[in-house]
């Protein structure tokens, strides 16, 4: 299960003709249409508050869509396998971009994960070339607040999936709250 935190006006376009995937240059998880696994008040948070100024505003703005989405044939960034594979791929990355004389993106320090998006969409590039594309991509993000200077546990930590293939998303409906 999955949900997408959108507007009203977006949410009502994604029910008639479907979602757009995301392709910013700071998708961590690459292409794709960007969910909250199994987490409707993490969606609800992260949803624009009003049409006009996102994240501010009146809460009858706000939508969550929910989703089923299907897993099978995802690349899971926690599987061992999965880190093994894209290690190989960031050493050709590194490769092509010395090559080139180009330096290597970079992640931020603000969340914007430049390299990751490049890396997974590569890595995606090349299983589609083999015959074997990637369907969703998922992971887990941390975010927010350390809970107690102590910990390593951060408040607002989620796990995403981008669906880059529509048909992995086997149905979507308006979650009310």
Same mark, same amino acid.
């Given at each position: 299960?999955?949900?997408?935190?959108?507007?009203?006006?977006?949410?009502?376009?994604?029910?008639?003709?479907?979602?757009?995937?995301?392709?910013?240059? =700071?998708?961590?998880?690459?292409?794709? !249409?960007?969910?909250?696994?199994?987490?409707?008040?993490?969606?609800?948070? =992260?949803?624009?508050?009003?049409?006009?100024?996102?994240?501010?505003?009146?809460?009858?703005? +706000?939508?969550? $869509?929910?989703?089923? !989405?299907?897993?099978?044939?995802?690349?899971?960034?926690?599987?061992?396998?999965?880190?093994?594979?894209?290690?190989?791929?960031?050493?050709?990355?590194?490769?092509?971009?010395?090559?080139?004389?180009?330096?290597?993106?970079?992640?931020?320090?603000?969340?914007?994960?430049?390299?990751?998006?490049?890396?997974?969409?590569?890595?995606?590039?090349?299983?589609?070339?083999?015959?074997?594309?990637?369907?969703?991509?998922?992971?887990?993000?941390?975010?927010?607040?350390?809970? &107690?200077?102590?910990?390593?546990?951060?408040? $607002?930590? &989620?796990?995403?999936?981008?669906?880059?293939?529509?048909?992995? !998303?086997?149905?979507? =409906? +308006?979650?009310? =709250?």
């Amino acid at each position: 299960m999955g949900y997408h935190g959108t507007t009203a006006t977006c949410a009502r376009n994604i029910l008639r003709d479907g979602f757009e995937p995301s392709t910013h240059a =700071w998708d961590w998880l690459g292409k794709g !249409i960007y969910f909250f696994e199994e987490n409707r008040d993490r969606a609800v948070a =992260w949803t624009p508050l009003s049409e006009r100024k996102p994240r501010r505003g009146p809460k009858a703005h +706000r939508v969550v $869509l929910g989703a089923l !989405i299907d897993l099978n044939g995802a690349m899971d960034l926690t599987e061992p396998y999965t880190a093994s594979v894209l290690t190989l791929t960031a050493k050709g990355l590194e490769a092509v971009f010395a090559k080139d004389g180009r330096p290597l993106p970079k992640n931020d320090t603000a969340g914007r994960r430049y390299f990751d998006k490049i890396l997974i969409d590569s890595h995606c590039f090349i299983r589609e070339k083999e015959g074997s594309p990637v369907p969703v991509v998922r992971g887990v993000f941390e975010e927010g607040e350390l809970v &107690h200077p102590h910990s390593s546990i951060r408040a $607002l930590s &989620h796990v995403q999936l981008a669906v880059r293939d529509p048909a992995a !998303i086997l149905g979507v =409906w +308006r979650e009310r =709250w």
